[in-house]
C-alpha cells in the first residue's frame, strides 16, 4: 500500500496509520495523564484490542495519521471537517505519548496537519481546537502553531467527573505561514 500522507518536520513524521501500529498505540495511549487531556471517546485502560478499533476506523479515514519519532510511534492527530454551514472549518486533535512531551513533537505535527489540510481542503477557511482549559501544554502547543485564542467556552465539558471550561485556538487560512514549525 503506497501511504496517502507522509510529512517531515525535523525527527517528527506524520504519516498513514498501519496495522502493525496496534501495539505501540496500546503502549503509548494506555496512559490516564493523556486520557485526562481528551475526549470521553478516547478510553481509559487503553487496550490492544482498542488500538486496534482505532487503527482500522484510521484507515477508512484520510484526515486521521500517527505521529512518529526517530521510528517510534509517538502519539496521534487528526482533524475532522464541520458540515453543513460550517463546512468551511474543521476541529483538530492530537496527543503524543508522555515520554515526548515537552520536545515540540506536538507541535510540530499539528504544524504539519494544518498546513496539509488546508492544502488538500480548498474550501477549508479555518481549523479550530477546544483544549481544557486546564491544559496550558495543549494551549502552548497551539500557539507555537500559530492558532489564536478566539474564547472560553464556560463549563462546556465534563471530564472525570468535574466540569471544564474549554478554549477556542482556531488559524484561519491566510494567517498559516509559508513555513510550518519545525
Same mark, same amino acid.
Given at each position: ?56 476506523? %484510521? *484507515?477508512?479515514? !484520510? @484526515?486521521?495519521? #500517527? ?6 510511534? $509517538? /502519539? ?52 479550530? %481546537? *477546544?483544549?481544557? !482549559? @486546564?491544559?496550558? #501544554? ?6 507555537? $502553531? /500559530? ?36
Amino acid at each position: 500500500m503506497t501511504p496517502r500522507v507522509e510529512l517531515r518536520a525535523g525527527s517528527t513524521w506524520v504519516r498513514d496509520w498501519r496495522k502493525a501500529d496496534a501495539r505501540p498505540l496500546a503502549l503509548q495511549a494506555n496512559d490516564r495523564r493523556i486520557w485526562l487531556g481528551l475526549r470521553d471517546a478516547f478510553p481509559h485502560p487503553y487496550g490492544l484490542e482498542d488500538a486496534k478499533r482505532f487503527i482500522a476506523m %484510521a *484507515l477508512q479515514r !484520510a @484526515t486521521y495519521f #500517527a505521529i512518529e519519532v526517530d521510528g517510534r510511534l $509517538a /502519539g496521534s492527530i487528526g482533524y475532522s471537517q464541520h458540515s453543513d454551514v460550517e463546512r468551511v472549518g474543521a476541529e483538530v486533535g492530537y496527543w503524543v505519548g508522555h515520554e515526548f512531551w515537552g520536545r515540540g513533537v506536538a507541535t510540530a505535527a499539528l504544524g504539519l496537519v494544518t498546513a496539509h489540510a488546508f492544502r488538500v481542503n480548498p474550501e477549508l477557511r479555518r481549523m479550530c %481546537a *477546544l483544549p481544557f !482549559a @486546564t491544559n496550558a #501544554a495543549s494551549a502552548r502547543v497551539l500557539v507555537k $502553531a /500559530g492558532y489564536r485564542l478566539e474564547g472560553t467556552l464556560r463549563q462546556s465539558a465534563i471530564k472525570d467527573g468535574r466540569v471544564l471550561d474549554q478554549w477556542v485556538y482556531a488559524i484561519l487560512r491566510d494567517e498559516l505561514s509559508p513555513h510550518p514549525v519545525r
